[in-house]
């Protein structure tokens, strides 16, 4: 995962602002937790990088966990209705 964004790194996106929209599932903060440290590293290596993140995860946890700027746009997670979280469907 990391060696391709190494590799983007380099790439010329025609003087383009690079921009990058996540959504994150907001039930629980596991999905957030897990997304951050790949965010903040992506930050580390294009510094200029936009970003914005749909989510319900409250905006003051993802403040002091984000590293630089990011707008937020709230929106419902439709998500998927699971039994549990290791459902098996052997008969």
């Known amino acids: 995962m990391f060696g391709f964004f190494a ?6 996106i025609g003087g383009m602002q690079r921009y990058l929209v996540v959504d994150l599932s ?3 903060y596991g999905h957030a937790a897990m997304t951050i440290p ?5 930050r580390r290596d294009w510094p200029g990088l936009r970003l ?5 995860v409250p ?3 993802l403040v002091e966990r984000l590293t ?6 709230s929106h419902a997670d439709f998500g998927m209705v699971m039994a ?8």
Request: hydrophobic share 35%; aromatic share 6%; glycine share 8%.
């Open 7 to 12: 590799r983007a790194k380099s790439e010329d």
């Open 26 to 28: 907001g039930r629980g």
């Open 38 to 42: 790949i965010l903040n590293a992506l």
């Open 52 to 56: 914005t993140i749909r989510t319900t």
């Open 59 to 61: 905006r003051a946890w």
């Open 68 to 73: 630089g700027n990011f707008d937020d746009a």
């Open 84 to 91: 549990d979280a290791v459902p098996c469907c052997a008969e």
